[in-house]
């Protein structure tokens, strides 16, 4: 009956309660976004700090090869990251932030590591997660990639400081903080002791042996994937030993990985495409970083026939139809499409300068197990980010891991901060969850 | 009977000769291993056959600083035998074998899975395994001389960690220490490979 209590708690309904208890200004919509993980009492929860550090480039390929000195035979083996750099992650992470073998792209000023505290519960319906982190800027990361109107046409504006037109100072760095975790059930092999570097591997975007988009789109693989760039993957769905990105395994030998399970699941809460929404995203790991069936939150606001928003701000809402770069960072500048966007409107007197996201959020578009993720929401304050998230038990989706009660899942975090995407984040070694089971935390099970 | 005669008319000269002989034979065994080790096996006689380019070029490796830290004195540095001529009387002798090239023979002939298959192996990359698979077989014994495990002070957790594990899991030094003096050879990933007892 209490569970029952907290569902009806969780519902929409109760969101100016709840975003009063978060002290949420929801300026422009998603207001439906909070419910369920508001009520956990999370003082009773306890809490674990989780050191991220920065990775580099440290692919599964280079992890194999002879410059992983003193551990590539035992990385092939599958030996555990931590079996040897067990408590290194402060030490690692400041020394791979600079520039040395494994970061050719420093970012300046960036930190090494991250303390992250995490709590866990469940209940017999949800799990619940809470995440905490510094970050280093004294702003939040709610802004993202713009499209700037440059008195001729309208072109991409800010980029990720990972991004050579950010680091030689052509563009200013700009993208959203974020929150991801990577689980699996025991299905894939390695993640339980090398975590996401199983899924991390040279060729994709900012890690080496970069191709280009022509030798991407030329694979057989990534022509029927209809993708331009190489993301997360894992080995199995690759046909040699060095799992290279080229080396891709045929649509049906992939189809059977995944009908057995053999993918690992990704989920983002992003501080400008879902947190608005109050969503984080549902994507799963297989043969490339795959969203899961359905909608995410948040798709491209560009228009590809005429390179223009699709969408603008709502005036009547916003008090503006577009934004200027003074307002990034003061104010919410995620357009949400029920609630703060109208049509892009070309004759509209535009002036440079002036900003339309580049991309177009909406709850009410994200549909099936894409939108799976329905009830996170984060509160940046002092600081400090503050991200709840609710995540159902027992989904039965074909592209999600299921979190059960007697579970013991993998998982690995990371996040991003200071502007920044792909490799520039900070990440965990994996470590096992349990929901009433044993494990290296055990999620508190809630009455 | 002359002989006899003769043994019995030069009997202290031949008692001291007899007595030289004892004492040059022992002090020959006492003194066989470390001058061998010390005077014989130098590094400049193994560099006769073992060239520069068996070193390690890019950090300027020698024969006289083959394993050095950097903090530890020149004088401090192990020499050749230190890490390929196990410590004791009779192994000393394979430095003679080996000059020999008794070993080098037979070790042409050892099983080596690659060549069997029909895979050429460069020289001195066979080298490598066949030295490294001695050292896994003989549980690092050389490199035990210098370095005793409860002795060692860790600079960073990984070694820590590392050795905790090893220890467990009864690996051998070579297993992860390699690559440290010579000219690099990829480790072979089927090498170290344990026998299985229970399928004897």
């Known amino acids: ?447 | 009977m002359d002989i006899f005669f003769n043994l019995f008319k030069y009997r202290r000269i031949i008692n001291a000769a007899i007595a030289v002989v004892i004492v040059l034979i022992i002090g020959w065994i006492f003194a066989y291993e470390p001058v061998t080790r010390n005077f014989i096996a130098q590094d400049a006689v193994c560099n006769y056959c073992h060239l520069d380019w068996e070193f390690n070029p890019d950090i300027r490796l020698t024969a006289t600083r083959p394993h050095a830290s950097e903090e530890a004195p020149i004088e401090s540095q192990p020499s050749c035998v230190d890490c390929h001529l196990p410590e004791g009387w009779w192994n000393t002798t394979y430095a003679y074998t080996h000059f020999l090239s008794f070993t080098d023979l037979f070790g042409h002939f050892r099983d080596r899975d690659a060549e069997r298959a029909g895979d050429w192996i460069p020289p001195r990359a066979a080298t490598a395994y066949r030295v490294r698979d001695r050292m896994f077989e003989y549980d690092g014994n050389t490199c035990r001389t210098c370095h005793i495990e409860s002795e060692i002070k860790f600079k960073r957790d990984r070694g820590v960690n590392a050795h905790k594990l090893a220890l467990e899991e009864q690996k051998t030094c070579i297993e992860c220490h390699n690559n440290l003096v010579h000219r690099p050879v990829d480790v072979r990933k089927d090498a170290f490979k344990k026998t299985d007892s229970s399928k004897e």
């Open chain 1, 1 to 447: 009956m209490k569970s029952d209590n907290r569902r009806k708690k969780f519902a929409f309904g109760s969101l100016p309660l709840i975003a009063g208890i978060f002290g949420i200004t929801v300026t422009m919509g998603g207001g439906s976004a909070l419910a369920g993980v508001a009520d956990v009492d999370w003082s009773s929860v306890p809490t674990k700090t989780i050191k991220l550090f920065w990775p580099g480039q440290a692919t599964y390929q280079w992890l194999r090869s002879p410059e992983h000195k003193r551990a590539n035979l035992q990385t092939i083996e599958g030996q555990a990251c931590t079996a040897c750099h067990l408590n290194e992650e402060e030490e690692m992470g400041n020394k791979l932030v600079v520039e040395n073998d494994l970061e050719p792209m420093p970012v300046e000023g960036k930190n090494g590591v991250i303390d992250l505290k995490f709590q866990v519960a469940y209940d017999s319906e949800d799990a619940y997660f809470r995440f905490q982190w510094k970050t280093l800027n004294d702003y939040a990361g709610t802004a993202h990639p713009y499209l700037r109107y440059n008195g001729e046409e309208w072109k991409a504006f800010g980029y990720p400081k990972l991004d050579e037109v950010v680091q030689d100072g052509e563009q200013p760095g700009i993208y959203e903080d974020r929150m991801s975790m990577m689980i699996d059930d025991g299905s894939v092999e390695n993640f339980a002791t090398q975590g996401c570097w199983v899924s991390c591997h040279d060729g994709q975007r900012d890690n080496p042996d970069r191709p280009s988009k022509a030798e991407v789109m030329d694979n057989p693989l990534f022509k029927a994937l209809k993708k331009k760039d190489v993301r997360k993957y894992l080995p199995s769905t690759r046909t040699d030993e060095n799992a290279s990105w080229d080396m891709g395994k045929t649509q049906e030998e992939i189809a059977a990985i995944k009908a057995a399970g053999g993918f690992l699941d990704l989920m983002q809460w992003r501080g400008h495409r879902s947190n608005p929404v109050g969503m984080s995203d549902d994507f799963y790991v297989l043969e490339y970083r795959n969203s899961d069936a359905g909608k995410n939150p948040f798709s491209s606001n560009v228009n590809k026939k005429t390179q223009e928003p699709k969408y603008m701000f709502d005036e009547s809402k916003v008090g503006k139809k577009s934004v200027r770069i003074e307002d990034i960072r003061k104010m919410e500048t995620t357009l949400i499409r029920e609630t703060n966007a109208v049509p892009f409107d070309a004759n509209v007197d535009w002036k440079e300068g002036d900003l339309i996201p580049k991309y177009l959020v909406s709850r009410e578009d994200s549909k099936g197990s894409a939108a799976d993720n329905n009830r996170s929401k984060g509160v940046w304050k002092d600081g400090v980010w503050t991200v709840v998230w609710a995540r159902k038990l027992g989904l039965t989706n074909p592209d999600d891991k299921a979190l059960v009660e007697g579970g013991v899942y993998t998982f690995g975090f990371a996040t991003h901060d200071d502007n920044i995407t792909t490799r520039g984040h900070h990440v965990s070694f994996p470590m096992t969850i349990g929901f009433g089971a044993k494990a290296d935390i055990e999620a508190t099970k809630l009455d």
